[in-house]
Antibody
Framework: EVQLLESGGTLVQPGGSLRLSCTAS????????MNWVRQAPGKEPEWVAA????????FYTDAVKGRFTISRDNSNNTLFLEMSSLRVEDTAIYYC?????????????WGRGTLVTVSS | ETVVSQSPDTLPLSPGERATLSCRTS???????LAWYQQKPGQAPRLLIY???KRATGVPARFSGSGSGTDFTLTISSLEPEDFAVYYC?????FGLGTKVEI
């Protein structure tokens, strides 16, 4: 059974930094592209970043370019999202999402999410 | 960038009824890039349909997807109580605003 467990979400002040982690199990992590998708309260999901299986291709939505960094550790089946210069509008539940094999979408498995609140 | 629009915003129905949800893209897209998700309160989205018409693993047969070009449809043939939720259409990395199927 595929399991994705996010952690690291908390309350942080505007301008602050945070590191999210996603621990994966139940599949061969190094074979799949992985994504971070966020969802602000009452809004639709918003794709944030994607990383290919070997991390040789990385993509970001424009809203986070230069502020967020996605990375992965295939030896420990873990996905990361380094977030800096956080803004109030970054407040959301952040989900780790596994793509279908050989693609970056759709997102066939999701974690339960971790809440990031940016507020003073 | 392709805009994804969903209609209606809300769909009030009763158990046993048929639900028809619409997704429209601002330009013609490949059916391979069109997916549908279901989200219940307090839960992550769940993939239902990919490549416009293929059911994801474990998805009941009452869910079906169709369409091509700019117009796509998610149909729930006979609503079960657990189907009342929000449904999102996705093209590549872009999600629509969702349709809430409510009792």
């Amino acid at each position: 059974e595929v399991q994705l467990l996010e952690s690291g979400g908390t309350l942080v002040q505007p301008g602050g930094s945070l590191r999210l982690s996603c621990t994966a199990s139940g599949f061969t992590f190094s074979n799949y592209a992985m994504n971070w998708v966020r969802q602000a309260p009452g809004k639709e999901p918003e794709w944030v970043a994607a990383v290919s299986p070997t991390a040789n291709s990385i993509f970001y939505t424009d809203a986070v370019k230069g502020r967020f960094t996605i990375s992965r550790d295939n030896s420990n089946n873990t996905l990361f999202l380094e977030m800096s210069s956080l803004r109030v509008e970054d407040t959301a539940i952040y989900y780790c999402a596994k793509a279908s094999l050989g693609t970056t979408q759709p997102y066939e498995d999701w974690g339960r999410g971790t809440l990031v609140t940016v507020s003073s | 960038e392709t805009v994804v629009s969903q209609s209606p915003d809300t769909l009030p129905l009763s158990p046993g009824e048929r639900a028809t949800l619409s997704c429209r893209t601002s330009q013609s897209v490949s059916s391979r890039s069109l997916a549908w998700y279901q989200q219940k309160p307090g839960q992550a989205p769940r993939l239902l349909i990919y490549a416009a018409s293929k059911r994801a693993t474990g998805v009941p047969a009452r869910f079906s997807g169709s369409g091509s070009g700019t117009d796509f449809t998610l149909t729930i043939s006979s609503l079960e109580p657990e189907d009342f939720a929000v449904y999102y259409c996705q093209h590549h990395e872009t999600f629509g605003l969702g349709t809430k199927v409510e009792i």
